[in-house]
């Protein structure tokens, strides 16, 4: 019993402990325990020495009780069986109070007077632990009703959907400032100076050889018109870019060598080039392209493919 009680202290004052440096210490998502190793070191200090206080303590304890008069010992033992006995009573008087149990001597007061072929009945009262609980799950449901039903608190349903959602918007957050998740479906074009600026470099390192310095054209289409072979806009060229262009035709796929970002501030250079007048441009190949979301008056004259051009976006396989 006593060595019982010297771990119950022991642990307990580790608990408190760890729930003191989980309070105190914020350290953002990474538990304290990885931002500062030491803390390990910290708790093992404190377990030992709680552990050698508890193991002082007894030996103090049984030290002095040897050292005791026959008489003081005998005295001593017997006030610790008193104290023992009192506890051992109070369990014992509190278990019987949650049972209510007759004892046998005295069923005679609960015999309910029927005789089934010699077989009687005990009228014992519900025991109390089963009453008050029940008690108790009555309270509670009627806190409930009142709560969920009456006041329309919020439901498990209502409380998931919400965390849900707001899931959802902390994931929309997070690919938004996270670059390399960009991809066809969520890029867009940039107009920060910075990005073109990083745009043109790549443009002018790695693409010029086949599209000319000012994208005129040469082995590839002529990049500042209006006629596109594989689709216009910033979600096409995106593609384009991190894909390639037609099968054999010299425009590789960049996505190995360009990060999706990067890919996004090529194309969105290459757009910026739109309706600027190379030196020697390429003549106009693929379709009339015309934006989707553009307003109305910015469209360019549509005479030719006019129908195919306003279909929007050409059907393109997805990506990965
Ligand atoms: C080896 C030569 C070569 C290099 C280098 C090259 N391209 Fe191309 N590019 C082409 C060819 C050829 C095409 C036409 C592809 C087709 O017909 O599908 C093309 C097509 C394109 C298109 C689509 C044009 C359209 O009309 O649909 C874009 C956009 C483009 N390139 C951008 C780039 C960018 C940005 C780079 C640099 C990262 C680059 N290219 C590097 C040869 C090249």
Redesign the pocket.
């Known amino acids: 019993m006593k060595l019982f009680f010297s771990i119950l202290r022991i642990t307990g004052l580790t608990a408190l402990a760890v729930v003191l440096i989980d309070l105190t210490l914020d350290v953002g998502d990474q538990s304290p325990y990885q931002a500062y190793p030491v803390l390990w070191l910290i708790l093992a200090v404190i377990v030992f020495i709680a552990i050698a206080i508890e193991v002082s303590v007894a030996s103090l304890r049984s030290l002095l009780y040897r050292s005791l008069t026959p008489e003081a010992k005998e005295s001593y033992d017997a006030f610790m069986a008193a104290k023992e006995e009192k506890r051992s009573n109070w369990l014992k008087k509190t278990y019987r109070k949650l049972i209510d149990r007759k004892p046998v001597e005295k069923e005679d007061e609960i015999v309910l007077d029927h005789n089934y072929d010699g077989i009687r009945e005990l009228d014992n009262n519900l025991p109390p632990w089963w009453l008050y609980g029940f008690y108790a799950s009555i309270i509670f449901a009627f806190v409930y009703l009142a709560r969920y039903h009456i006041f329309n608190g919020t439901t498990q349903i209502e409380e998931f959907n919400q965390e849900m959602a707001e899931a959802k918007a902390a994931v929309e957050e997070y690919k938004k400032n996270a670059d390399d998740l960009i991809d066809m479906n969520t890029v867009e074009r940039l107009t920060g100076e910075a990005d073109l600026k990083a745009g043109q470099s ?2 002018e390192t ?6 000319k310095m000012d994208g005129g054209g040469g ?5 500042t018109d209006d ?6 806009g910033i979600k ?2 995106f593609h ?2 991190s894909e ?3 099968a054999g ?4 796929a ?1 996505k190995t ?2 990060t999706p970002k990067e ?1 996004a501030q ?2 969105s ?2 757009l910026s080039l739109h309706g600027t007048e190379p030196a020697s441009p390429k003549e106009p ?2 379709e009339l392209w015309v934006d989707p979301d553009a307003p109305k008056q910015e469209q360019p004259d549509k005479q030719t493919d006019s129908i195919k051009a306003n279909t929007g976006i050409k059907a393109i396989q997805t990506i990965e």
Do not use: D, S
């Open positions: 790549i443009f790695k693409c010029f050889a086949c599209h082995i590839g289409p002529n990049l006629y596109w072979i594989n689709g216009g096409n060229v384009t870019i390639g262009g037609r035709k010299g425009m590789v960049w060598e360009l890919r090529v194309a250079y290459v190949q693929g």
